[in-house]
């Protein structure tokens, strides 16, 4: 698909004045191309499935078009009945929150007519079934939180006009399949269906077919055009932690999101960290809600500087200019390499996304490799060189380069 946007405007999508002004005062210039490739098409209520680079601004592709259809229909405030209008489903909490916060902002001028609620598990069900109390013109949820409210007759799903699952191919992997499809058998057969993510694997896009009519396919992944910067180190097997160290301390990132695997992986690489002078906090499923929006608020604003996670936060969270992304861990699936990195180097933001690897990950990250089609070379940090045993075979630059004549050692690469 040819990118024409350079000149296309907000107005020249078909958005309103009023929306339009409200984008101004959030300094949103001009359009993204998934913005101007959808918009039009969401107004005219096609179904959609967008792909486009993290950060690149889909939430707005679906959430400007879908505020504006809710304002034109001329709905009263005082809704009767427990039903909602507009329907997204996350796979996260903090993605329902983040989500629903953009969609109340971009609603600012519109607040007194449109009903935006957030719904997901881990708090009390009580103030959110209150929340809904008369209907509500969109729901941002996660899927076994909405099954709660339903269950519990605080919202009927029958009258949803339009579905948008946000991060799609995570939403239509096998984790969510239970859930997701007895959602769908709660839905109108006729209604609009937006699909939209960062990747979609070739097995999800199958799956997706299923749910969309005749749909209009936006794929606007692109590589080379990405903000992202990516590196990877070759380390010696038990030395990441003091190669994360001192990358640390030797860049002084203002704030440094590292991915592990596993909850028990956080608090352990935190524990190693501090003893090495590097005050870290911990991310994962294990928190409480209330503890994961303090940790999460305070990494956004830049009183945590370091925060190693687990892949709940890979998934559609905004931090604003985050300079670096770090995999300690190698993801277990390739796509969710894409989602990590893709934290930094946001809505046009230079950004960074480094990956260490040893002799246990090389064949792991040639898959990665392979899957999201790009090679990176492999480098090496002075004064943590990888031994001549592990670096022949697992850690060769793209373009192998000769031992120098009677040397007998490896020729070190060279550092960037």
Same mark, same amino acid.
């Given at each position: 698909?040819?990118?024409?946007?350079?000149?296309?405007?907000?107005?020249?999508?078909?958005?309103?004045?009023?929306?339009?002004?409200?984008?101004?005062?959030?300094?949103?210039?001009?359009?993204?191309?998934?913005?101007?490739? %959808?918009?039009?098409?969401?107004?005219?209520?096609?179904? @959609?499935?967008?792909?486009?680079?993290?950060?690149?601004?889909?939430?707005?592709?679906?959430?400007?078009?879908?505020?504006?259809? @809710?304002?034109?229909?001329?709905?009263?405030?005082? *809704?009767?009945?427990?039903?909602?209008?507009?329907?997204?489903?996350?796979?996260? *909490?903090?993605?329902?929150?983040?989500?629903?916060?953009?969609?109340?902002?971009?609603?600012?001028?519109?607040?007194?007519?449109?009903? %935006?609620?957030?719904?997901?598990?881990? /708090?009390?069900?009580?103030?959110?079934?209150?929340?809904?109390?008369?209907?509500?013109?969109?729901?941002?949820?996660?899927?076994?939180?909405?099954?709660?409210?339903?269950?519990?007759?605080?919202?009927?799903? !029958?009258?949803?006009?339009?579905?948008?699952?946000?991060?799609?191919?995570?939403?239509?992997?096998?984790?969510?399949?239970?859930?997701?499809?007895?959602? $769908?058998?709660?839905?109108?057969?006729?209604?609009?269906?937006?699909?939209?993510?960062? %990747?979609?694997?070739?097995?999800? %896009?199958? $799956?997706?077919? !299923?749910?969309?009519? !005749?749909?209009?396919?936006?794929?606007?992944?692109?590589?080379?055009?990405?903000? $992202?910067?990516?590196?990877?180190?070759?380390?010696?097997?038990?030395?990441?932690?003091?190669? $994360?160290?001192?990358?640390?301390?030797?860049?002084?990132?203002?704030?440094?999101?590292? +991915?592990?695997?596993?909850?028990?992986?956080?608090?352990?690489?935190?524990?190693?960290?501090?003893?090495?002078? @590097?005050?870290?906090? /911990? +991310?994962?499923?294990?928190?409480?809600?209330?503890?994961?929006?303090? /940790?999460?608020?305070?990494?956004?604003?830049?009183? @945590?500087?370091?925060?190693?996670?687990?892949?709940?936060?890979?998934?559609?969270?905004?931090?604003?200019?985050?300079?670096?992304?770090?995999?300690?861990?190698?993801? *277990?699936?390739?796509? !969710?390499?894409?989602?990590?990195?893709?934290?930094?180097? *946001?809505?046009?933001?230079?950004?960074?996304?480094?990956?260490?690897?040893?002799?246990?990950?090389?064949?792991?990250?040639?898959?990665?490799?392979?899957?999201?089609?790009?090679?990176?070379?492999?480098?090496?940090?002075?004064?943590?060189?990888?031994?001549?045993?592990?670096?022949?075979?697992? +850690?060769?630059?793209?373009?192998?380069?000769?031992?120098?004549?009677?040397?007998?050692?490896?020729?070190?690469?060279?550092?960037?």
């Amino acid at each position: 698909m040819t990118d024409n946007t350079q000149q296309v405007t907000f107005i020249d999508l078909g958005l309103i004045p009023t929306i339009v002004e409200r984008l101004e005062s959030l300094e949103y210039s001009q359009p993204t191309p998934i913005q101007s490739h %959808t918009i039009p098409y969401v107004l005219e209520g096609r179904d @959609i499935v967008g792909g486009a680079n993290t950060g690149s601004g889909k939430t707005a592709a679906f959430a400007l078009p879908i505020l504006q259809k @809710i304002y034109q229909q001329d709905i009263t405030p005082n *809704r009767r009945g427990n039903f909602v209008s507009h329907l997204i489903l996350v796979p996260t *909490r903090e993605l329902a929150s983040q989500v629903a916060y953009n969609i109340k902002s971009y609603s600012y001028h519109l607040r007194d007519k449109i009903k %935006t609620v957030a719904v997901f598990g881990g /708090v009390s069900v009580n103030p959110q079934m209150q929340a809904l109390r008369g209907g509500s013109d969109v729901i941002v949820a996660t899927p076994g939180r909405l099954l709660d409210l339903v269950s519990g007759n605080a919202i009927r799903l !029958d009258q949803v006009k339009t579905l948008v699952l946000d991060e799609a191919d995570r939403m239509l992997s096998l984790g969510f399949t239970d859930e997701l499809n007895k959602i $769908l058998a709660l839905l109108p057969e006729k209604k609009q269906t937006l699909l939209f993510s960062a %990747t979609f694997p070739e097995k999800v %896009t199958s $799956l997706a077919k !299923d749910l969309l009519h !005749d749909p209009v396919e936006v794929q606007l992944q692109n590589a080379e055009a990405s903000t $992202l910067v990516q590196r990877v180190f070759s380390v010696n097997k038990g030395q990441k932690t003091a190669v $994360l160290a001192h990358l640390i301390k030797q860049h002084q990132w203002r704030q440094t999101l590292i +991915f592990v695997n596993a909850k028990n992986a956080c608090n352990h690489l935190a524990q190693k960290l501090s003893k090495r002078g @590097i005050t870290a906090e /911990v +991310f994962h499923g294990d928190k409480g809600q209330g503890a994961r929006t303090r /940790v999460l608020e305070g990494f956004k604003s830049g009183e @945590i500087q370091v925060l190693i996670a687990t892949d709940i936060a890979a998934r559609g969270l905004d931090i604003e200019k985050l300079p670096v992304v770090i995999n300690f861990d190698l993801p *277990r699936s390739p796509a !969710d390499y894409m989602h990590r990195i893709g934290r930094s180097g *946001r809505a046009g933001e230079v950004g960074l996304g480094l990956s260490l690897i040893d002799y246990d990950d090389y064949h792991h990250f040639k898959v990665i490799e392979k899957k999201n089609k790009f090679r990176l070379e492999r480098e090496q940090i002075e004064g943590f060189e990888v031994e001549d045993d592990q670096s022949e075979a697992y +850690f060769a630059p793209m373009k192998p380069r000769a031992k120098p004549a009677g040397t007998g050692k490896k020729k070190k690469k060279r550092n960037q």
